[in-house]
């Protein structure tokens, strides 16, 4: 029997999430819902005119409400939480309920092992949760595992991840393609990374370096919050290292920390002529707003390097993705390596290759299977050594 999903949320991912599934996953039916059914329709449409095919409705909901969204799940089989990332353990709690298989697209590691929390009544329920399927975290975590199985002996592994605009303009050299609120806790939270064996949390904005990518050139990287999610905590004792950096356009970085030191991310409110406001939501007003008036095409760039012995000599291996805007369907590379990316975890879930229960990202599928499905997308891997 054909399978039946629900992508909660109507905007970008979503809809690319949406795209996916009509394209692979032979799906009985998949609905869009979204808060705001005009947005719903829209994108419901969208995917249907690129598919030629009536395969996707739209859907008016409340993913906040319980019942509403009890009466949804109870008709679908698997579940793609594309809404804001502290909403994600409330839906899970109701898939488990309804017995309907999960993934999300994270965006907050302690959200995430609230979720990974409920892995005892997920497996009671037979049923599947699979957070943090997005990009970063998401697919630069199936990079490092690909990186890692190719090896005998891995020994360390060095993570890298940039969604850019294609002409870069100045101050900033950056296109923003997600959540503004989302930028600024990559930049501002500590990183959790495994170094020499140890967990340890890393300041952001941190250990600047340069890495040249072919194409674009001298690029600079940085430490930032959430890329890693619970990969470190699982590869520890199999590796001795693994951390993740951004990557920008070179000058960014200073130009970050000058807002992080001049506290505009704080949280705590301070008086503006009698009024309290946090200056964190006036920087995201600011700032967000200013970076949405750019207009240009996108690109993201992915890059695993490892260390460890294969064959009897000790390598470094470096996996390399390279994806951009597609102008056909106008997805773009954001969406494609985040929407792609969660609904070939919920294929897998609804195809019955994921265990029952909690299941962090990193252990739910090899890096070598993700791989070979963004290659059926036209996004693929390119493999070097030294």
């Not at 199999?238 to 070179?250: A, E, I």
């Not at 294969?310 to 369907?329: F, I, M, N, P, Y």
Request: hydrophobic share 40%; with cysteine; proline share 5%.
């Amino acid at each position: 029997m054909k399978k039946k999903y629900a992508v909660l949320g109507a905007g970008m991912q979503g809809t690319a999430a949406a795209y996916d599934l009509a394209r692979f996953a032979d799906p009985g039916k998949i609905v869009l819902a979204d808060a705001r059914i005009e947005q719903a329709s829209n994108s419901a449409a969208r995917v249907n005119g690129l598919v030629g095919s009536q395969v996707c409705e739209p859907h008016a909901l409340n993913a906040l409400d319980p019942d509403q969204l009890c009466e949804l799940l109870s008709q679908t089989d698997v579940v793609l939480s594309c809404v804001p990332y502290w909403m994600h353990p409330r839906i899970a709690a109701v898939a488990i309920r309804t017995k309907t298989g999960m993934v999300d697209l994270g965006g907050n590691t302690t959200v995430t092992w609230e979720t990974l929390g409920l892995d005892d009544a997920a497996r009671s329920a037979g049923v599947t949760l699979i957070p943090d399927t997005g990009l970063a975290p998401g697919l630069v975590n199936s990079v490092g595992m690909f990186v890692v199985e190719s090896f005998d002996d891995p020994e360390s592994v060095q993570l890298y991840c940039g969604v850019l605009p294609q002409n870069p303009q100045p101050p900033f050299g950056y296109k923003l393609t997600f959540n503004v609120e989302g930028l600024v806790t990559e930049y501002d939270h500590q990183a959790v990374a495994l170094r020499d064996g140890n967990i340890v949390m890393l300041d952001t904005l941190d250990e600047l370096e340069t890495v040249h990518i072919d194409g674009l050139g001298e690029m600079e990287a940085f430490t930032t919050s959430g890329g890693t999610s619970t990969a470190p905590y699982t590869l520890q004792g199999k590796v001795q290292s693994y951390s993740y950096k951004t990557l920008r356009f070179p000058g960014h970085c200073d130009k970050m920390r000058v807002f992080k030191q001049s506290g505009l991310w704080s949280t705590e409110p301070v008086d503006v002529k009698g009024q309290p406001v946090r200056p964190v939501d006036v920087f995201c007003k600011v700032f967000g707003d200013k970076l949405a008036q750019i207009q240009d095409l996108d690109q993201c760039i992915v890059r695993g390097v490892g260390i460890g012995q294969s064959g009897g000599k000790r390598v470094r291996r470096q996996a390399d993705l390279h994806v951009k805007q597609d102008e056909k369907t106008g997805f773009t590379a954001m969406e494609q390596t985040t929407g792609f990316s969660i609904a070939i975890h919920a294929m897998a879930i609804a195809n019955g290759m994921v265990r029952p229960g909690a299941v962090r990202y990193e252990e739910a599928l090899s890096g070598r299977y993700y791989l070979d499905e963004m290659a059926k997308r036209g996004i693929h891997v390119v493999v070097t050594e030294s």
